[in-house]
């Protein structure tokens, strides 16, 4: 069966310090995307990636980089934790032209 | 720019009630649609999915026709169950682009 998995399903962390979220799937897909959710707002797409050592901004970078120097595995990096980063954060990946498959979820609390 | 514009719930519906849930869309060109479902504590599944105008989606009982001259895409179950209590989400994406576009998601709750 086709996996993504997210390292983490819960994360406490203090604000300020540098926290790491990880993604890795084991399909060969060359997409892979950092998307955050939030009640009443959706999904909003972090960041994405589209080949080992490419990334693209999407919606909402800002507080975040990502790193991607393996294809099966994609980091969402946050600098420095702040409280309003408190999220469910979802990673998933694709073949070109669509068919995501998600991953379980991080839920980031920052104290 | 592209969007997707789905009903606000949360929904309660009672078991075997008729399920609807609104989507609408804003795209240039021909995107494709999809419907993807969320279980309490769990990441985004694949419900359904139409890649062009009349095409129907459909999958455990879940349907959707994908509308191009009203740029829609409702989500429809004869008889829900309470299994089927979930967040769903309408997405879309445009042919030759990577990324997804999300509705905001509805919260459906069937109650026994």
């Known amino acids: 069966d086709v996996k993504v998995t997210q390292s983490s399903r819960y994360l406490v962390k203090r604000t300020g310090e540098k926290v790491f979220l990880e993604c890795v799937q084991d399909?060969?897909?060359?997409?892979m995307f950092w998307y955050r959710q939030d009640p009443g707002l959706g999904l909003r797409l972090i960041y994405f990636?589209?080949?080992?050592?490419?990334?693209e901004k999407g919606d909402i970078p800002e507080g975040y980089s990502v790193s991607r120097e393996k294809k099966e595995r994609f980091s969402l990096i946050l600098e420095s934790a702040s409280t309003n980063q408190t999220s469910m954060y979802l990673c998933?990946?694709?073949?070109?032209?669509?068919?995501?498959?998600f991953g379980s979820g991080t839920r980031l609390t920052v104290v | 720019g592209d969007s997707v514009t789905q009903m606000e719930g949360p929904v309660t519906l009672s078991e075997e009630a008729f399920l609807t849930i609104n989507c609408t869309y804003t795209?240039?060109?021909?995107?494709?649609l999809f419907w993807y479902v969320q279980y309490p504590g769990e990441g985004l599944q694949l419900l359904l999915k139409?890649?062009?105008?009349?095409d129907k989606g459909s999958n455990k009982g879940f349907e959707a026709t994908y509308r191009k001259e009203t740029t829609s895409f409702h989500l429809e179950k004869g008889s829900v169950q309470v299994s089927d209590s979930a967040v769903y989400f309408c997405?879309?994406?445009?042919?030759?682009?990577?990324?997804?576009?999300f509705g905001t998601g509805t919260r459906l709750t069937v109650i026994p």
């Open positions: 990636s589209y080949d080992v050592k490419m990334k």
């Open positions: 795209a240039t060109g021909y995107p494709s």
């Open positions: 399909m060969d897909h060359e997409n």
């Open positions: 139409a890649t062009k105008a009349d």
């Open positions: 998933a990946s694709s073949p070109r032209n669509y068919g995501y498959t």
């Open positions: 997405a879309l994406v445009k042919t030759g682009a990577n990324n997804l576009f």
